[in-house]
């Protein structure tokens, strides 16, 4: 054979050799990296291959050129971060549909039947949900609120100002018609701004069954069992038993739990330099008024291993006025830097109350938490009696209350230095009495009441950051 073509064909397989390789590559593209979140805090990067028997599997590099396979319990798991940042709802009192189970999504509501609601999620499709499974409906604006009404009935809040209960169903071209036994009435859909729908007597049967709940970049929070990774997406099957699959670029983030939430509404407040007597315990007893199922763990000691523990069964660590706090306390405040950045990466919540001594201000400030300046109180004319707008941002933590709050007694405002970028939540030309900002998945939030003075406004703040501004 001559040398000419014992080169070409040398090439030849050279050229084969190098391009095989290539082209199943294209056939499959290089899976995106997750972060995955483990029950103890620990989190690993890697790339999700398949859910199985309650299992995750999934790769991730160990060094620059080997990978490992990992098989993990799903209930060891805590989150599964995509990485896709979440977006701005210009709408957030737009119409929304909340679920017993703790679904919250956001669409269009498209008809009521006699057993569903047929709801149009966005980044879903449409979606069919027994009327059984179903707490709210809203339409319009903020959240009316509870009613005085017997759950047994539906109960509608009209535009106009009206609130009927009773029966509820639809007529052709979108007329709700409520009725009872002394009344039958009908609303046209475009007039109604909720619904509330019965509590079921029948008692909700215990499901062991594994609990997923979708976090999408556009706020809807959708929970279901028997999750899956399908090649459009992430997939599961919610309340009413038809599977649905979420785009993975839609998603923010994907938490696992058993369906008994308990874990998720847990309050951790740390009370070691509180007047334990006073707006420590005025504080407490406003959560258990408006949040009664909540867990709340009592902590007066100092960080230690107790409150480790307690912060990770957490979902809020709340931190009411620490009155006996004169001075920096810098050792406390590296101590609890890691674990608020452990915690703050899981999508809890810290929240300071009573923001109002240089103790305080010193802890915040080595805890690179915040870096705040007090305005003083004595010479501040908004500190009690003053009507405080809330700025744009601050309509996370204004629902139900109004665009404005009036302050009461012992309201200090805070001025935001530059070191650590925060954003104020309410605003006066004095300065800010509430300030917060975003870290990792969770909030800080630092408010100028201590609460020794409350009124309805105030306990509607408190409540409203400790249930979350997403």
Same mark, same amino acid.
């Given at each position: 054979?001559?040398?000419?073509?014992? =080169?070409?064909?040398?090439?030849? %397989?050279?050229?084969?050799?190098?391009?095989?390789?290539?082209?199943?590559?294209?056939?499959?593209?290089?899976?995106?990296?997750?972060?995955? @979140?483990?029950?103890?805090?620990?989190?690993?990067?890697?790339?999700?291959?398949?859910?199985?028997?309650?299992?995750?599997?999934?790769? @991730?590099?160990?060094?620059?050129?080997?990978?490992?396979?990992?098989?993990?319990?799903?209930?060891?798991?805590?989150?599964?971060?995509?990485?896709?940042?979440?977006?701005?709802?210009?709408?957030?009192?737009?119409?929304?549909?909340?679920?017993?189970?703790?679904?919250?999504?956001?669409?269009?509501?498209?008809?009521?039947?006699? /057993?569903?609601?047929? +709801?149009?999620?966005?980044?879903?499709?449409?979606?069919?949900?027994?009327?059984?499974?179903?707490?709210?409906?809203?339409?319009?604006?903020?959240? !009316?609120?509870?009613?005085?009404?017997?759950?047994?009935?539906? $109960?509608?809040?009209?535009?106009?100002?009206?609130?009927?209960?009773?029966?509820?169903?639809?007529?052709?071209?979108?007329?709700?018609?409520?009725?009872?036994?002394?009344?039958?009435?009908?609303?046209?859909?475009?007039? $109604?701004?909720?619904?509330?729908?019965?509590?079921?007597?029948? !008692?909700?049967?215990?499901?062991?069954?594994?609990?997923?709940?979708?976090?999408?970049?556009?706020?809807?929070?959708?929970?279901?069992?028997?999750?899956?990774?399908?090649? /459009?997406?992430?997939?599961? $099957?919610?309340?009413?038993?038809?599977?649905?699959?979420?785009?993975?670029?839609?998603? $923010?983030?994907?938490?696992?739990?058993?369906?008994?939430? /308990?874990?998720?509404?847990?309050?951790?407040?740390?009370? =070691?330099?509180?007047?334990?007597?006073?707006?420590?315990?005025?504080?407490?007893?406003?959560?258990?008024?408006?949040?009664?199922?909540?867990?709340?763990?009592?902590? &007066?000691?100092?960080?230690? %291993?107790?409150?480790?523990?307690?912060?990770?069964?957490?979902?809020?660590?709340?931190?009411?006025?620490?009155?006996?706090?004169?001075? !920096?306390?810098?050792?406390?405040?590296?101590?609890?830097?890691?674990?608020?950045?452990? &915690?703050?990466?899981?999508?809890?919540?810290?929240?300071?109350?009573?923001?109002?001594? &240089?103790?305080?201000?010193?802890?915040?400030?080595?805890?690179?938490? +915040?870096?705040?300046?007090?305005?003083?109180?004595?010479?501040?004319?908004?500190?009690?009696?003053?009507?405080?707008?809330?700025?744009? =941002?601050?309509?996370?933590?204004?629902?139900?209350?109004?665009?404005?709050?009036?302050?009461?007694?012992?309201?200090?405002?805070? %001025?935001?230095?530059?070191?650590?970028?925060?954003?104020? &939540? %309410?605003?006066?030309?004095?300065?800010?009495?509430?300030?917060?900002?975003?870290?990792?998945?969770?909030?800080?939030?630092?408010?100028?009441?201590?609460?020794?003075?409350?009124?309805?406004?105030?306990?509607?703040?408190?409540?409203?950051?400790?249930?979350?501004?997403?």
């Amino acid at each position: 054979m001559k040398p000419l073509h014992i =080169a070409y064909r040398s090439f030849c %397989a050279l050229l084969a050799f190098l391009l095989v390789p290539m082209l199943y590559a294209a056939e499959e593209p290089e899976q995106k990296e997750y972060t995955f @979140f483990l029950a103890n805090s620990d989190h690993v990067n890697g790339r999700l291959l398949k859910i199985q028997d309650g299992k995750a599997f999934f790769t @991730f590099h160990s060094t620059a050129f080997t990978k490992s396979l990992i098989k993990l319990d799903l209930r060891k798991l805590e989150h599964l971060d995509f990485g896709n940042e979440r977006l701005f709802r210009k709408d957030s009192y737009g119409e929304r549909l909340l679920l017993r189970d703790g679904s919250l999504l956001y669409g269009s509501f498209i008809k009521l039947t006699d /057993r569903s609601l047929h +709801f149009e999620v966005e980044e879903m499709g449409l979606l069919e949900v027994p009327r059984s499974e179903i707490t709210k409906l809203i339409r319009k604006g903020d959240d !009316p609120g509870k009613s005085d009404v017997a759950p047994a009935a539906h $109960v509608v809040a009209t535009a106009e100002g009206d609130l009927l209960w009773g029966d509820l169903s639809q007529q052709e071209g979108g007329t709700l018609t409520i009725s009872r036994k002394d009344l039958k009435a009908t609303a046209r859909i475009t007039s $109604v701004v909720s619904v509330i729908f019965p509590v079921s007597a029948r !008692p909700r049967e215990k499901d062991e069954r594994l609990m997923c709940r979708i976090n999408t970049r556009r706020g809807s929070l959708i929970a279901g069992t028997d999750p899956k990774v399908e090649q /459009r997406g992430f997939s599961l $099957v919610p309340s009413g038993g038809r599977r649905v699959t979420v785009p993975i670029d839609n998603i $923010v983030d994907v938490s696992f739990g058993t369906n008994n939430t /308990r874990y998720r509404r847990g309050i951790l407040a740390w009370g =070691a330099h509180c007047d334990r007597n006073d707006e420590y315990r005025k504080t407490i007893n406003i959560i258990k008024k408006y949040l009664p199922a909540w867990r709340i763990t009592e902590d &007066f000691s100092k960080i230690d %291993a107790n409150f480790k523990k307690e912060l990770m069964r957490s979902r809020v660590l709340l931190i009411p006025e620490q009155e006996k706090w004169t001075a !920096p306390t810098s050792s406390q405040a590296t101590l609890f830097k890691p674990l608020a950045e452990a &915690f703050l990466s899981r999508g809890g919540t810290i929240i300071f109350l009573g923001v109002n001594n &240089f103790g305080i201000l010193g802890f915040l400030k080595t805890a690179e938490l +915040f870096d705040l300046d007090l305005v003083e109180y004595n010479r501040n004319p908004d500190s009690q009696g003053a009507t405080v707008p809330f700025t744009e =941002a601050g309509r996370k933590i204004a629902k139900g209350i109004g665009t404005s709050f009036v302050t009461v007694n012992s309201t200090y405002f805070m %001025a935001i230095k530059k070191r650590i970028k925060a954003t104020a &939540f %309410a605003r006066s030309a004095s300065g800010a009495p509430i300030v917060a900002r975003r870290a990792g998945r969770g909030w800080i939030i630092a408010m100028g009441m201590d609460y020794h003075e409350h009124s309805k406004q105030t306990e509607r703040l408190l409540i409203n950051a400790i249930t979350g501004l997403d």
